[in-house]
Nanobody, 115 residues
Framework: QVQLVESGGGLVQAGGSLRLSCAAH????????MAWYRQAPGKQRELVAS???????NYIDSVKGRFTISRDNAKNTVYLQMNSLKREDTALYYC?????????WGQGTQVTVSS
C-alpha cells in the first residue's frame, strides 16, 4: 500500500506562482515514475508532468516553460513548481505513481487562478 499526501494548492492571481508537493508513504516502496495530473470542471483528467527516478521530465505543451517538476528520491517526494499561472490552469491537481504494478492517487489539491 502507498499513501500519497499532497499539499500546496490554493488561490492565486494570474501571473502568480504555487508549489505543489506530494509525499509517498508506505513500506517497501519501489517507485519509479511520479506524475501530476489535473482535472478541471467538465473536463477529463490530463497528465501535466511526469518525472522518472533518474530525473527525466516530460510536460504537456500548455505548461512547458512555466511549470517545473522535480523530486527528492530520498524522501519519495515530488514537487510541481508552477509559475506564470493562467486561469486555464485552474483545476484539481492529483499526484500519481505506480508501485509494484498498482496505481496510486493522491486525494487532490485545488489550484484556483483568478484574473
Amino acid at each position: 500500500q502507498v499513501q500519497l499526501v499532497e499539499s500546496g494548492g490554493g488561490l492565486v492571481q494570474a501571473g502568480g506562482s504555487l508549489r505543489l508537493s506530494c509525499a509517498a508513504h508506505g513500506r517497501s516502496l519501489s517507485i519509479k515514475t511520479m506524475a501530476w495530473y489535473r482535472q478541471a470542471p467538465g473536463k477529463q483528467r490530463e497528465l501535466v508532468a511526469s518525472i522518472t527516478k533518474g530525473g527525466s521530465a516530460n510536460y504537456i505543451d500548455s505548461v512547458k516553460g512555466r511549470f517545473t517538476i522535480s523530486r527528492d528520491n530520498a524522501k519519495n517526494t515530488v514537487y510541481l513548481q508552477m509559475n506564470s499561472l493562467k486561469r486555464e490552469d485552474t483545476a484539481l491537481y492529483y499526484c500519481h505513481t505506480v508501485n509494484y504494478f498498482s496505481d496510486y492517487w493522491g486525494q487532490g489539491t485545488q489550484v484556483t487562478v483568478s484574473s
